[in-house]
């Protein structure tokens, strides 16, 4: 799911300030201090890529670098680690 409407964070929670990215190819509001990851999650995007000797959807895991489920395509560079990078204005992410 990828709904640009779509917003699950806490709604009386204090953040920074907000920016816009791309998250394939749809408009996404997101806050300084915020990591990929936690983006990602708060537009309800759970699934980032299929393994490839499975097929089976993967996403994030760990949340702490660790396992490598998270990766995705930040500003045309693969294998980025959503829970390790933080969210920058203009950043373009590609989940698949």
């Known amino acids: 799911m990828n709904n640009a ?49 499975t097929g089976e959807p993967r996403g994030i895991f760990c949340g702490m670098g660790i396992c490598y489920e998270c990766r995705v395509t930040i500003n045309g560079v693969p294998d980025q680690l959503a829970c390790m990078t933080l969210a920058t204005d203009g950043m373009q992410i590609e989940t698949r």
């Open 5 to 53: 409407d779509t917003d699950l964070r806490i709604s009386s929670a204090n953040r920074g300030t907000k920016i816009t990215l791309q998250v394939d190819g749809v408009p996404c509001t997101a806050y300084e201090g915020e990591t990929v990851h936690a983006v990602l999650l708060a537009k309800g995007i759970r699934v980032l890529r299929i393994a490839g000797k």
